[in-house]
């Protein structure tokens, strides 16, 4: 693909408030001097919005405050005039009652961020789970030039000796705990070994999928998505991105350029690659939307089905981002890729050049970490969308983190009617269950818990777990961390709460899943789920107000990405009416 800059100079919308001589331009002008800018830095130059999620509640972003600097150093290099704007954080660890229900607000408002100040494009500094999404999503809508940057993740845990993985040995640990494998205390020892230093999630979780998502839909500069937070590369990244920005602003090159159907084809066949996170469903679907792109859950299988995994990271594999990085990173993973036929070549990226431009020199260092295709962790990597009476618009499952002898399987339904219901039950010695049955979880998609929680990889009964069994069959209309592992199928759409087929399964019912086949049958006549689909109830009372209401009211399922229905598309970023 070849990208024709526009002409440079040119009129920025930033002039229509600082350029000129009239009452209202002085009247911005005059203002924004107060913080003691001298004048020739309102001569016409990119003035870049550099918008920053830190905030001390999302403690995997907390050293943004430090790497703004590094950014803002690019963009006075490069000629432009940084401007840090903080923006909503949605933070996965402490977000109540889910990070995922206020995606979509913080996309909602760094829109309207962006949109509604002056600012001719956007650094997109970000890191936990949510906040990447969001803030591309926000920058999609708008269309102005913008490149990601990320924290980049911590550095490796270890406890007793062995390499422990954010979120993973929490799940893990936890299940050793309960079956009487881990006492207490030395789960609590644990605690500090998980988090060695500033970063996000250190496993191919959800925001190193992320990460690697925004490099291979070429919104990041090439390589950053494994640089550990706290390596001085990370900061020469976050000034070369700065200094990027401002040449992306003199060229035009916009969002609707770089994240076309061939970028966002790569993206998908990238998370099979590293073996991603099932998030990356719901982002990349939502992202596609904001720039009025059909992607669809068939192209997840479609695109995924043929890819292996040759990333070995948790909770897949065995290792973490620090080695991915040392290995050679996500460069490695794209080049084989493009070598095997898999990478649309030619896409754009925020360099300017294609992505194969990126990529085809990057050397592996460490084929352990990253495999050649013929030792993949996973011959068939991706995400398998599986179909049926049970999903008619699909539910999905990570086969990487599966366990290959329950990938066909039928089983007794064990129906648990919400998280509650769940959490009230597992732990009850006399629940009539055993590892050959499905253990299915209603009412926590979109609008059913509200916000589609990460409790989808429900944890086994401890008396199964005292048996050493580690796996069993799990459906739910959730999602799960990008962090954990299981037979797990998630997102199945539609949701309970809206009336989908998983709402009237009952305990004792009979499900097959056949992954191979892509299905998911509820073992019961059609007229018998007619009836019981007919009989449905809502169980969950509409909020009265605030945004629980409008998630309610305008929240779209996991099949389409969970936007809110009046975001979808991009609306562009015209220069408003002045109000002075
Ligand atoms: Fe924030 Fe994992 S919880 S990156």
């Known amino acids: 693909m070849t990208f024709k800059p526009a002409d440079w100079p040119r009129r920025l919308r930033s002039q229509e408030w600082y350029g000129g001589t009239s009452r209202d331009v002085i009247y911005h002008r005059g203002w924004l001097k107060n913080q003691g800018y001298p004048d020739d830095l309102f001569d016409g130059r990119p003035i870049i919005g550099v918008l920053n999620t830190w905030s001390d509640l999302t403690p995997c972003n907390g050293h943004l405050r430090e790497l703004v600097e590094k950014v803002k150093a690019g963009i006075w290099e490069a000629g432009g005039f940084p401007v840090e704007v903080p923006v909503f954080s949605a933070s996965e660890n402490t977000f109540r009652p889910t990070a995922m229900m206020f995606r979509n607000l913080a996309a909602l408002s760094i829109e309207e961020q962006i949109r509604g100040q002056p600012v001719d494009g956007c650094v997109l500094l970000v890191g936990c789970d949510k906040t990447t999404p969001s803030l591309l999503m926000a920058a999609a809508s708008c269309d102005l030039p ?34 009487g494998e881990m006492t207490q205390e030395e789960f609590l020892e644990a605690e500090q070994s998980m988090s060695r230093s500033t970063g996000t999630c250190n496993t191919m979780g959800t925001a190193s999928t992320m990460a690697s998502m925004a490099e291979a839909l070429g919104m990041a500069l090439s390589g950053n998505a494994a640089i550990p937070a706290v390596d001085s590369r990370r900061r020469v990244m976050a000034q070369l991105s700065g200094r990027r920005i401002v040449q992306m602003v003199k060229d035009d090159l916009k969002p609707s350029d770089v994240m076309t159907r061939p970028a966002f084809e790569n993206a998908i066949r990238t998370n099979g690659a590293i073996g991603g996170s099932t998030n990356a469903v719901v982002h990349l679907l939502a992202i596609a939307g904001r720039v009025g792109l059909d992607l669809t859950l068939d192209d997840w299988d479609r695109c995924g089905r043929d890819v292996a995994t ?115 039950r597992i732990g009850d010695e006399a629940l009539e269950i055993d590892e050959t049955c ?47 592992y299981g037979t797990v199928i998630l997102h199945t759409s539609p949701e309970a709460a809206a009336g989908g087929p998983l709402a009237v399964v009952r305990t004792g019912d009979m499900i097959e899943i056949d992954v191979a086949a892509r299905r998911l049958h509820l073992d019961i006549s059609e007229q018998e789920l007619q009836t019981r ?22 929240v779209e399922g996991a099949d389409t990405g969970a936007d809110l229905d009046f975001l979808k598309g991009c609306r562009g970023a015209p220069v408003g009416k002045d109000s002075h």
Request: hydrophobic share 40%; net charge neutral; aromatic share 8%.
């Open 146 to 179: 913008s490149i990601v940057v990320t924290g980049g993740p911590m550095l490796n845990g270890y406890f007793q000796g062995e390499r422990v993985g954010s979120g993973t040995h929490l799940w893990r640990f936890s299940e050793a705990v309960k079956a």
């Open 438 to 484: 499905v253990m299915v979880l209603k009412n926590c998609g979109p609008k059913g818990y509200p916000g589609m929680a990460e409790v989808g990889n429900m944890g086994l009964p401890p008396k199964i777990l005292r048996k050493g069994i580690t796996d069993m069959v799990r459906i739910s209309d959730a999602r799960m961390s990008g962090t954990a």
């Open 310 to 424: 040759i990333v070995n990271l948790l909770p897949s594999g065995e290792y973490l981002m620090e080695e991915f990085f040392y290995a050679g990173g996500l460069p490695v993973v794209l080049r084989q890729l493009g070598e095997d036929g898999l990478l649309h070549r030619d896409a754009l990226t925020v360099s300017g050049g294609t992505i194969w431009d990126e990529v085809r020199e990057a050397r592996n260092w460490n084929s352990d970490v990253i495999r050649p295709v013929a030792q993949a962790l996973t011959p068939q990597g991706g995400i398998a969308v599986l179909k049926g009476n049970l999903a008619p618009k699909g539910a999905v499952l990570k086969p990487s983190a599966a366990s290959p002898h329950l990938m066909q399987h039928r089983g007794r339904a064990v129906v648990f009617e919400d998280i509650d219901d769940y959490k009230a």
């Open 533 to 554: 689909l007919s009989a449905w109830q809502p169980v969950h009372e509409t909020p009265p107000s605030g945004y629980a209401w409008l998630h309610q009211a305008h």
